[in-house]
């Protein structure tokens, strides 16, 4: 795995592993941002409560993202307010915007080189859809701004910008946060069973269970296995490539950018988990294109779980599970959506009403195109004869010649070239 801009600009700090049997009123599984925001919010309510992580805290997706906190989500509000109305459209608004509000909060307390700016998307060509999008947004009596000019070497036809928007260094905050919390690293939960979950040859007794894995693993409830799919993307950082005050995203090509002090981060190259090519190829090409005389320090990949609605789900894993919730389906807003995720099943186990909770409610209807094209994959990949199948339900997996991993198409499960886990939903190497 490559080493991250994050990961090489901060000490991790570090938690025991389980050695013993333990009984717990709540216990997290996975320590990536949305794991331990749900810790820390649980502990400010003297909850008792333990989370697990399979490796170390933040190393998974938090250690890879762009770590952008913005309410912009490329097109959503204005296919919110045409599927579920203004209410949730605006309640949608609100939940990004008071997790970016809260990350303000605490960054005050932790040194985390927070910091305020604006965020952009913007189009090279007459792009009605963000046009209309900016209507909506305007409606829903946000601030948003129409831009003449964006503030890069690029030339765009539609831009909107959200004022107030913020960026950060991820693992600054999470190693900041966590540092007396409830934490056990290195303990990988194998298996589920009602609420008690299996860790080596350990057991956890808890009464509730929250799930925030990335991608769900348990695959007896809540179908998330055909709900989601996941997404690669690939983020450079460049030296001598300038500075652009703002955070941004090209909709026409999908390229995204921000600075982090005197880099500049440049992603993009995205396509489903298991479909093979060369996306570093396509974002190096374009960056050698806009930014000739930038140098490259660091280039990784990442994964986003992508739901069918675009909207994550937050709340009961499934109806038959009571005990049992789910914090997953971040689509590419990992970390607000990490906020939000805390807050509103912080506030569900505690017996408090979140206004928020319906809009994430993961048992909401599932009828959407991207649920046919998701099931399609499945079946294309299982008439696939290829003999090396993935441990979770039993996919082909493909040989990625760039990144040397075997990869799912179907749920998005990698491995290095030895079989040992990159990325779940399965629990087990390859054999």
């Known amino acids: 795995m490559q080493t991250t801009l994050w990961q090489d600009t901060c000490k991790p700090i570090h938690f025991p592993k389980i050695s013993e049997d333990i009984k717990t009123d709540v216990l997290i599984v996975g320590g990536g941002m949305a794991g331990i925001l749900c810790a820390y919010y649980l502990s400010k309510t003297n909850t008792d409560y333990i989370l697990c992580e399979a490796k170390e805290i933040g190393s998974g997706t938090t250690a890879r993202t762009t770590a952008v906190l913005s309410a912009q989500h490329d097109i959503l509000y204005g296919k919110i307010l045409r599927q579920y109305g203004e209410e949730y459209a605006k309640l949608y608004l609100e939940a990004n915007l008071e997790a970016i509000a809260e990350y303000r909060k605490l960054a005050n307390e932790i040194p985390c080189d927070f910091e305020i700016c604006p965020s952009y998307q913007y189009s090279e060509i007459n792009d009605k859809a963000l046009q209309h999008e900016f209507s909506v947004v305007t409606k829903l009596g946000f601030n948003v701004k129409s831009v003449q000019k964006i503030p890069l070497p690029l030339k765009s036809k539609v831009c909107i910008g959200f004022p107030m928007q913020a960026q950060f260094h991820p693992l600054k905050f999470v190693y900041g946060i966590a540092k007396n919390l409830n934490i056990y690293e290195n303990s990988k939960i194998d298996k589920i069973e009602g609420t008690i979950a299996y860790c080596g040859n350990r057991k956890i007794f808890a009464k509730r269970v929250i799930i925030c894995t990335h991608f769900p693993i348990i ?50 190259g995205d396509h489903r988990t298991g479909h093979i090519k060369d996306g570093f ?31 994550a789900y937050i709340g009961k894993y499934s109806k038959n599970t009571p005990n049992v919730y789910v914090a997953t389906g971040f689509n590419e807003w990992g970390m607000t959506t990490s906020m939000i995720s805390a807050k509103i099943l912080c506030d569900m186990l505690c017996g408090k009403k979140n206004k928020y909770e319906k809009l994430f409610n993961p048992s909401r209807s599932i009828l959407e195109p991207q649920l046919f094209a998701n099931l399609g994959e499945t079946v294309i990949n299982f008439a696939n004869p290829f003999p090396k199948r993935c441990p979770h339900l039993g996919c082909a997996l493909r040989w990625n010649k760039y990144e040397r991993t075997w990869d799912c198409s179907c749920h998005g499960s990698r491995f290095t070239e030895n079989g040992k886990i990159i990325n779940n939903p399965s629990v087990k190497d390859l054999e």
């Open 219 to 268: 695959n007896t409830h809540g179908l998330y296995f055909t709900k989601m799919y996941q997404k690669k993307s690939y983020v450079l950082a460049l030296e001598n490539a300038g500075q652009y005050h703002g955070t941004f995203v090209d909709r026409k090509n999908g390229y995204y950018f921000r600075n982090y002090k005197n880099l500049l981060i440049v992603g993009g």
């Open 281 to 311: 190829k396509t974002v190096r090409d374009f960056a050698n294109k806009t930014f000739p005389k930038a140098k490259e320090k660091y280039a990784w990949s990442t994964q986003d779980c992508m739901t069918l609605d675009s909207i």
